[in-house]
């Protein structure tokens, strides 16, 4: 009899070990579905040329509208480029250039613009282009979106003539919605990570991230108990995400910034991610090389981080500061084909885009 009923209970612990491989087989297929889908078809790059030609300091000193370029529609997002003499902080006229962009989807951008000079021969020695300029936008809805005046300050001093300029702009879009809203309904879970159990309110953690979403909404067994167990982290960097993503929104830093882009990516928090490629795009913020970004944008496919990270460096840069270091052979073939064609395009300024 006690055989017969080791054997039952035997049955019964494989019947639920079958049904637990069963169902985190199934969670693991779902969270690597969800991936693909968000990362597949979720950035969208666009380059154009917008041209203006500068007033002369006699037009541009006589109250009028700013001039501005043809629109140009740049992944479905229509753009104009304005221009006109600006003060700046010292009260000296400089042109600037500025986007106007509408949208009629919601959704992220960064918009990449570098001034590059065509000039008569009037302005020799204004051929020089300026430096990239970049901007995070959030586009969508009835009004448009206008972009941070971008100074020319190779032609301040030359107001006298009228300067060409041709302005390279590149907008990436990111489909993938990052907005957070959620019903506080005030139900809690316990997650268990490592050996401690830790509270969580399932709405606000689940508007964040659909792995959870997908997760606390699962008929898994652990969940009958109340506690559901998280693996692939540890208990401090939990409590980290936790802390940074709550509404006490405790700041993204150099110490804190690699292991929240792991877990944004181990639990689908496109939000939190974008947070962390706008952090990394301050080099003031931070003392990563080129190569130690360029390696995470690989690593966690950081689309954003990475354009601008390439369009910010120069080939001579690109060739000591990632193509001659050691790091630059593991990188996947996709990037280091990036890194191949913005060396080329720095190599030959009229081909920057």
């Not at 043809?70 to 600037?96: C, E, Q, R, S, Y």
């Not at 489909?175 to 401690?196: C, L, N, Y």
């Not at 689309?303 to 080939?315: D, H, P, W």
Request: hydrophobic share 35%; with cysteine; proline share 4%.
């Amino acid at each position: 009899m006690m055989g017969s009923v080791d054997t039952e209970d035997m049955e019964k612990l494989r019947e639920q070990i079958r049904l637990l491989n069963s169902q985190n087989s199934t969670l693991a297929h779902e969270n690597s579905s969800l991936k693909k889908r968000l990362n597949s078809s979720s950035t969208l790059v666009s380059k154009s040329i917008f041209s203006i030609t500068t007033p002369t300091p006699t037009s541009a000193t006589s109250p009028k509208r700013p001039i501005s370029s043809d629109p140009i529609t740049m992944g479905g997002v229509a753009i104009t480029m304005f221009g006109d003499f600006l003060l700046d902080n010292k009260k000296t006229l400089i042109f600037h250039v500025w986007f106007e962009l509408e949208s009629e989807t919601k959704q992220n951008a960064t918009l990449l613009a570098r001034i590059g000079y065509h000039s008569s021969s009037h302005a020799v020695g204004y051929v020089k282009d300026e430096p990239i300029n970049f901007e995070f936008l959030q586009l969508g809805g009835d009004i448009s979106v206008l972009s941070t005046p971008i100074p020319a300050i190779n032609i301040k001093d030359a107001h006298a003539y009228q300067i060409d300029l041709k302005v390279h702009a590149k907008l990436i879009l990111d489909g993938r919605d990052t907005s957070i809203s959620f019903a506080d309904e005030g139900k809690m879970a316990k997650v268990k990570v490592e050996d401690e159990t830790i509270s969580v309110n399932i709405s606000y953690i689940s508007a964040w991230s659909e792995f959870f979403r997908g997760y606390f909404a699962s008929e898994m067994l652990e969940s009958k108990d109340g506690v559901y167990p998280i693996e692939d982290c540890t208990a401090y960097e939990f409590r980290e995400l936790l802390d940074v993503i709550y509404p006490s929104c405790k700041p993204i830093s150099q110490r804190n910034v690699k292991s929240l882009i792991k877990l944004a990516d181990r639990f689908i928090i496109p939000s939190l991610s974008r947070k962390c490629e706008v952090f990394l795009t301050d080099r003031t913020k931070h003392n990563l090389c080129d190569a130690r970004l360029l390696r995470l944008t690989d690593e966690y496919r950081l689309s954003f981080l990475q354009a601008i990270v390439l369009e910010c460096t120069t080939a001579d840069q690109l060739h000591k500061n990632v193509i001659a270091k050691d790091e630059f052979k593991s990188f996947s073939e996709e990037l280091k084909k990036a890194i191949d064609t913005r060396y080329v395009e720095s190599k030959v300024p009229e081909r920057n885009v």
